[in-house]
């Protein structure tokens, strides 16, 4: 970040006017260096001690000049430095001065590109969640709004290498593709893709032409607006209440229903879990009320649903539990029951 050009350029006219000042008067009154900016700078600032003047024409002729054109010069530079600071420009630049510093130090967050409606919705929930956004976009209006919920945005084309860089693609966990066109969201795909090739890239389709092209240029997955929001109404409609569990499982949750502490999550079993190794029956799972597991989903992709006792749980599974939000620890499988 920069700071803005003007504002060097007024703050360099003081010294810039010493300076002449005190080379004028060693030249024309052959005073020391010392008295010479000393007479400057108290004529500038039209002290005018009186103690020392110039006594030959092109030395009060350089007073004139200092001492007519300092003051009005000087105010005029006050008032452009000043004005930054009432306006907030300055408070800005120094946000943004920091923000690069704390995008330096970011690991595993998420990057969205594009701030849009469904892209404000997402950054809301990831930071709800507690996880770290960068949000790339355009149009720097939609800074304020990514600051307003505790996300950092870079301004930019999300499709550019240097910008996702910027963004700190290689220390993310995810980036989520939300442009406005179909085909800004293949760029951004096969861009990120190149740069990260074991990143987790989810990005939106508007059309199902784009879904295989998305797939094609590296997506892990797509998502379709439209078509969720399409079947998520029309289960409002033919299944209310299953609707209205999920929800509040999945969703912000509703305050009215009889099941606000419900929380469904997942774990990924990692290589030290004390579950590694074991099977569902020995784990806990069946035996612990108020956590219950819902599947399992193995490393090869297969799920399995409501598994058995003797269902063998290895590292690399991610468990799908459902359970009292006070069950919940921290995020793996080693906070779980044994």
């Keep these: 970040m920069r700071i803005p050009s003007r504002l ?7 010294a810039g006017l010493i300076a002449l000042g005190t080379l004028g008067y060693r030249l024309s009154e052959r005073w020391s260096w010392f008295d010479s900016f000393y007479i400057a700078v108290v004529t500038l600032t ?12 092109a030395g009060r ?10 003051i009005s010069t000087l105010a005029i530079a006050a008032t452009e430095l000043l004005g930054p600071v009432v306006t907030g420009e300055m408070h800005e630049y120094l946000w943004r001065r920091g923000m690069t510093k704390r995008i ?6 998420v990057i969205v ?9 997402v950054c809301a929930q990831l930071r709800r969640a507690g996880v770290s956004v960068i949000v790339i976009d355009c149009n720097e209006a939609a800074a304020a709004a990514a600051r307003a919920v505790g996300a950092e945005f870079v301004v930019g084309d999300a499709g550019a290498d240097p910008v996702l860089a910027q963004a700190g693609i290689h ?11 179909d085909a800004d969201n293949v760029l951004i795909t096969m861009t990120a893709r190149a740069l990260y090739p074991g990143l987790t890239i989810v990005s939106r389709a508007d059309g199902e032409a784009a879904v295989a092209k998305l797939l094609r240029a590296g997506a892990t997955r797509t998502m379709s607006p439209h078509a969720i929001a399409g079947g998520r109404i029309a289960q409002a409609v033919l299944r209310p209440a299953v609707f209205d569990f999920l929800e509040d499982l999945v969703g912000e949750g509703h305050p009215d229903l009889e099941f606000p502490d419900l929380r469904m999550e997942e774990q990924v079993v990692q290589s030290n879990s004390p579950l590694a190794g074991t099977t569902v029956g020995a784990s806990g799972f069946h035996s612990r009320r108020g ?6 989903k193995h490393s090869d992709g297969q799920l399995a649903f409501d598994p058995e006792d003797d269902a063998r ?21 080693r906070a779980l029951p044994r």
Excluded: K, N
Excluded at 61 to 70: C, D, E, P, Q, V
């Design 291 to 296: 956590l219950i597991l819902i599947a399992i």
């Design 46 to 57: 039209s002290i005018g001690y009186g103690d020392t003047y110039a006594v030959s024409v």
């Design 171 to 181: 220390r993310a966990r995810a980036l989520i593709a939300l442009a406005g066109s």
């Design 104 to 109: 330096a130090a970011l690991e595993q967050h």
């Design 113 to 121: 590109c594009g701030h849009g409606y469904i892209g404000a919705q």
């Design 61 to 70: 002729l350089l007073t004139l000049l200092l001492a007519l054109g300092g």
């Design 313 to 333: 749980i290895i590292a690399g599974d991610t468990l799908i539990t459902l359970g009292r939000r006070e069950q919940y620890g921290r995020a793996d499988a």
């Design 8 to 14: 060097l350029v007024f703050a360099s006219v003081p």
